[in-house]
């Protein structure tokens, strides 16, 4: 069981009034959400909306060229513009990226990986190595020797489950999630969703970020729609499928609708 500092009474995550500026230009424009221990966020947005930017302010991930104001919260304090390695524990936000080759090292078995970041954290090396099998066995990764495997050695489905075991390892108490499972099929990406909706901890905040509003209402609660840089309409989910006004919300609502509609009728 991996320890989350989370603090009572503290939102996980709050942004607020998140300005962001690439070589001069504005990409994030005033954005405001937060998400509460345990809640699991989806921010939703067209390509070039501002998604993954919004989603490195908030990881603390420099761009060339970038310019930030407003502010990140984390537990209650303020990190925007503090790059990972300069966190505290339970400053830190972890990530899971669509690519999960460049989140891993490529040379690395990927028990190591996830030994390494408990051992961040002060567990003892033995007591890591058990631990790291463990959180692979969490996740699905329970084959025989599958944490002795370097990256290439697994699938992308697998990898990407080993990148959320390695999120896990962290204790961080925020997780964003930026389209983990775009690159998937789609039963190693109903496999993805099922570790994130069971594994990821009660304490845990989960920002997750797609394009895709059927996979949103199956996994969040709770959706902050992105247009240009500005958040232009949120709200629970499923509701905001059907309520939504915005016309980027009512796109995806249609295409979400076509989706579901032939089971439904054949249900
Ligand atoms: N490194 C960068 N340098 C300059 N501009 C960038 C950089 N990264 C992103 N941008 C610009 O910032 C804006 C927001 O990009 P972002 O990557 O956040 O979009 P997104 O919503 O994640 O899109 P997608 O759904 O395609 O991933 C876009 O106009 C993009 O061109
Ligand atoms: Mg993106």
């Known amino acids: ?36 221990p345990g809640e699991r966020l989806c921010l ?8 993954s930017v919004t ?20 537990n209650g304090r303020d990190v925007l513009g503090v790059p990972p390695a300069r966190r ?5 936000v972890a990530m899971v990226f669509q690519d999960s080759a460049s989140a891993l090292h490529p040379l690395v078995r990927v ?8 051992r961040r954290q002060g567990v003892a090396a033995d007591e890591a190595t058990d631990r790291a099998v463990e959180l692979l066995a969490s996740v699905g ?3 025989p020797g599958m944490a002795r495997r370097v990256p290439c050695q697994l699938s992308g489905g697998q990898r990407q489950r080993a990148c959320i075991a390695l999120s896990l390892a962290t204790g961080a108490p925020v997780m964003i999630a930026d ?14 969703l099922d570790v994130l909706r069971t594994k990821v901890d009660a304490g845990t905040a989960l920002v997750f970020i797609t394009h895709d509003l059927a996979v949103a209402t199956s996994l969040c609660d709770r959706a902050v729609v992105l ?14 499928l059907w309520e939504g006004t915005h016309p980027y919300t009512r796109e995806l609502s249609a295409a979400a609708y076509e989706q579901v509609l032939p089971h439904e009728v054949t249900a």
């Open 1 to 36: 069981m991996i320890l989350i500092s989370q603090e009572a009474g503290v939102t996980a995550l709050e942004v607020r009034g998140l300005t962001v500026r690439l070589h001069g230009r504005t990409v994030v424009d005033g954005v405001d959400f937060e998400a509460g």
């Open 44 to 51: 939703l947005g067209e390509s070039g909306s501002g998604k």
């Open 141 to 143: 990764l329970d084959a």
């Open 111 to 118: 028990g190591t990986q996830v030994a390494g970041a408990l």
């Open 179 to 192: 389209e983990p499972t775009t690159a998937l099929d789609v039963v190693a990406q109903a496999r993805v």
């Open 88 to 92: 505290a524990g339970p400053d830190r």
């Open 227 to 240: 247009a240009g840089g500005r958040v232009v309409e949120s709200g629970p989910l499923p509701q905001l």
């Open 55 to 74: 989603a490195r302010a908030i990881v603390g991930q420099q761009l060339p060229g970038m310019e930030l104001s407003g502010s990140v919260l984390v």
